[in-house]
């Protein structure tokens, strides 16, 4: 199925199966997408406006230039597709799940992903200006765009080469003194951070 600047407004979609639609500049506001399945489809352009993804699963989704305001994203569970541009700031991404996906130059300014499963994820230039990835589920994400300055970051789990990475990306920062101890603090979560293998430990010890 092909849709092109609809309106779906107010719709309960609880426990759909969508696979193979494409929606174009499409606006969805206070549909219910709970528990729903969606596989294989694309959502180019389209506004979602509080609308619920509680335990949904999408997977090779294309969402490109899609913004969202006021979802809900509970237990949400993404794997792969392409999200590149799309806008979440400030979304509740705490329980939300998303493997292997493109989120090149997406905006998650100031969302709240405490505790997320953010893994294998292409982040590429996007706004990460202050998120809070408290706890967050890191490895083998693109952390190149991540704003040391301003992001929270205790507890997050990712890899040493992902750690050095950071460091060594961060280490024209501004020779003040404020300025290297904002980015020992930043740092200081990383090299706490826990791996499949331990290596980081064994890093450590060396």
Known sequence: ARFARGRFLEVDLTEAVISGSTFDECTFRGVTLNAST???????????????????????????????????????????????????????????????VRLR??????????????????????????????????????????????????GAIVSWQQAVAVAFRHAHWPRDGAANERLCQALVPFETARSDDDTLERAHSQ
């Not at 509080?50 to 294309?62: E, H, I, P, V």
């Not at 590429?124 to 083998?140: C, E, K, V, W």
């Open 105 to 154: 130059q997406a905006d998650l300014s100031g969302a709240k992903a405490a505790g997320a499963t953010l893994t294998g994820l292409d982040l590429s230039q996007a706004s990460l200006h202050a998120i809070d990835l408290t706890g967050a589920d890191l490895r083998g994400s693109d952390l190149s765009a991540l704003d040391l300055a301003t992001a929270h970051l205790g």
């Open 38 to 100: 969606i596989t294989d489809s694309a959502f180019t352009t389209c506004t979602f406006r509080r609308t619920s993804f509680s335990m949904a699963t999408m997977a090779r989704c294309k969402l490109v230039g899609s913004t969202f305001d006021s979802c809900r994203f509970d237990s949400l569970s993404v794997e792969g597709g392409d999200w590149s541009f799309v806008g979440l700031p400030e979304a509740d991404l705490r329980r939300a799940r998303f493997t292997d």
